[in-house]
Nanobody, 123 residues
Framework: QVQLVESGGGLVQPGGSLRLSCAAS????????MGWYRQAPGQERELVAM???????NYVDSVKGRFTASIDNAKNTVYLQMSSLKPEDTAVYYC?????????????????WGEGTLVTVSS
């Protein structure tokens, strides 16, 4: 079993910055992909940023140039540095990871979700 624990959410003024962290622990041989989704009130959950095992990160268009995702493989932790925040970035941010639990795992990577951390951008 794997747990994802997020931290770093909070209230920030428009134009401000926040950094989210998500640490994975448990049965982890290798992380296949790890990143962030968000869900605003009344809206569907959307992908924000996802980093693949090859090191490539895909971003939703609305955050390109403002958000930067990174992974510390030694710590099994993914970060989301958010800058120039806008009110429309207000949402619950969820960490997502696809993980191979042990060497020799023959199936597809297992998907896990964090419980979410609230980011509110408001003056």
């Amino acid at each position: 079993q794997v747990q994802l624990v997020e931290s770093g959410g909070g209230l920030v003024q428009p134009g401000g910055s926040l950094r989210l962290s998500c640490a994975a622990s448990g049965s982890i041989f290798r992380i296949s992909d790890m990143g962030w989704y968000r869900q605003a009130p009344g809206q569907e959950r959307e992908l924000v940023a996802m980093t693949t095992s090859g090191g490539r990160t895909n971003y939703v268009d609305s955050v390109k140039g403002r958000f930067t995702a990174s992974i510390d493989n030694a710590k099994n932790t993914v970060y989301l540095q958010m800058s120039s925040l806008k009110p429309e970035d207000t949402a619950v941010y969820y960490c997502n990871a696809r993980i191979l639990p042990w060497a020799g795992w023959a199936g597809a990577a297992l998907e896990y979700w964090g419980e979410g951390t609230l980011v509110t951008v408001s003056s």
